[in-house]
């Protein structure tokens, strides 16, 4: 089982469109989460971290349960430029090793 | 824009060619990091420099060699390079190597291709 798991998609949903990515993590001890966004070539962007408590960022909100480790990523009134993939990565106790899920695609369309 | 610099963007080079990755970034950040990314997968780690001491190598073929000179500066030595090495090498950083919350800040990446 790998150790952050993520639907790969692609999500295509009308623009407007909520949609929620979740992402599962096997490691018990993983303390802190990131999701990113990857545009087609060029490099990821930090998107937002996630806490337990749950944070939003204008359109986007995360979310972190532990008890049943996943993460969530909702992206609300969504944009033709949300088309984009989607990483989540978790950072394992103390260790300078993110993982990263194998990413989820959204198209957005008109 | 990018706070993390990489050059060249791109770079296409022969299998006896000896080229150079260079990254810096004025961020003041004390880990650094090499990540290989393939065509539709996620970043694989390389190399992790924490405090300007090589912490993790991925067990990374010798012809893939990191360099640290300051704390700024990152690069990465390339020799007899294969064909299966192109793909896009990003550099990133974070604030503090091994804390929580310490989030990673990519550069915009050089693809290589091996010919």
């Known amino acids: 089982r790998k150790e952050v798991e993520q639907d790969p998609g692609p999500f295509n949903v009308p623009e407007g469109a909520t949609v929620a990515f979740n992402c599962t993590y096997s490691n018990s001890a993983s303390q802190s989460f990131f999701w990113y966004r990857q545009d087609c070539r060029k490099e990821p962007k930090l998107l937002m971290s996630v806490y337990s408590s749950g944070n939003e960022d204008g359109r986007f909100t995360a979310q972190l349960n532990r008890a049943s480790q996943y993460i969530s990523l909702l992206i609300r009134d969504s944009k033709l430029s949300d088309s984009a993939t989607y990483l989540c990565?978790?950072?394992?106790?103390?260790?300078?090793?993110?993982?990263f899920g194998s990413g989820t695609r959204l198209l957005v369309r008109p | 824009d990018t706070e993390v610099t990489q050059t060249p963007k791109h770079l296409v080079m022969g299998m006896t060619n000896k080229k150079s990755l260079k990254c810096e970034q004025h961020?003041?950040?004390?880990?650094m990091y090499w990540y290989k990314q393939k065509a539709k997968k996620p970043p694989e780690l390389m190399f992790v420099y924490s405090y300007e001491k090589l912490s993790i190598n991925e067990s990374v073929p010798s012809r893939f060699s990191p360099e640290c000179p300051n704390s700024s500066l990152l690069n990465l030595h390339l020799h007899a390079l294969q064909p299966e090495d192109s793909a896009l090498y990003l550099c990133?950083?974070?604030?503090?190597?091994?804390?929580?919350?310490?989030?990673?800040?990519f550069g915009n990446g050089t693809r290589l291709t091996v010919t």
């Open positions: 990565v978790g950072q394992m106790d103390s260790s300078y090793k993110l993982i």
């Open positions: 961020m003041g950040h004390r880990a």
């Open positions: 990133a950083s974070s604030q503090e190597g091994g804390s929580y919350n310490s989030p990673l800040h």
